[in-house]
């Protein structure tokens, strides 16, 4: 299985410094990110907003997988995550990635989609790594 990476780069300290990350693939390639990206709505990135994308687009794999492994060879799956950030002591903690998913899969009946999404919630690898609370709500389309 291969290994991914991403790297980052800090000029300066504390609030008052920047930096900028990229990954592997070129896809993020010298992308603005520090405190004001991260608390103050600056226009680049953060860890968090990197994290809810990855875990939307994870769980969303590993439910088309799932789905496709259950039979279904048709619908769409458009999922969005939100990841909570809270100040704990001296720092902060990620405490939770809240999923949202809206799905249309012609033919599945809402018991199966509910049990094969609960199942792709708890074993996308994002959500094994995560150390925070994992919810997961869905409207399913007929």
Request: glycine share 0%; hydrophobic share 40%.
């Given at each position: 299985m291969p290994t991914r990476s991403g790297s980052a780069r800090y000029e300066g300290l504390g609030k008052e410094g920047k930096g900028w990350i990229s990954t592997q693939s070129g896809v993020l390639a010298d992308q603005r990110y520090g405190f004001g990206t991260r608390f103050e709505n600056e226009p680049g990135t953060n860890p968090e907003e990197l994290i809810a994308a990855a875990h939307a687009s994870c769980f969303t794999m590993a439910l088309s997988f799932a789905l496709a492994g259950a039979g279904y060879n048709d619908g769409t799956l458009e999922t969005s995550a939100k990841v909570t950030v809270e100040k704990d002591g001296e720092g902060f903690t990620i405490t939770k990635s809240a999923l949202d998913l809206r799905a249309k899969v012609p033919g599945i009946s809402d018991s199966e989609f509910e049990r094969i999404a609960a199942d792709a919630k708890k074993n996308c690898p994002v959500s094994k790594v995560?150390?925070?609370?994992?919810?997961?709500?869905?409207?399913?389309?007929?």
């Open positions: 995560l150390n925070a609370e994992i919810t997961l709500s869905h409207t399913l389309e007929q």
